[in-house]
């Protein structure tokens, strides 16, 4: 394989292999970005949901609390 590159001019190793490769497998690197990017959005929405909850729990706890027990 070594030997095939090494005869070839340099664009055709550093331009047009890896447009054919992109070309090829452009729609299964679309859909893993995808994948990846919608993972991260919805840990991103998880970790806001859960902070926004600790923080309205804390909230009503600590001014129950100082209204004195029921």
Not at 53 to 62: A, D, E, P, Q, W
Request: net charge positive.
């Amino acid at each position: 394989m070594r030997e095939i590159f090494n005869g070839m001019p340099w664009w055709v190793k550093w331009i047009a292999v890896p447009v054919i490769a992109l070309v090829v497998f452009g729609t299964v690197i679309v859909s893993v970005l995808t994948v990846v990017i919608g993972l991260l959005f919805k840990a991103l929405v998880f970790v806001a949901l859960v902070g926004g909850l600790i923080y309205v729990v804390r909230k009503f706890t600590s001014s129950s609390s100082s209204r004195g027990d029921w």
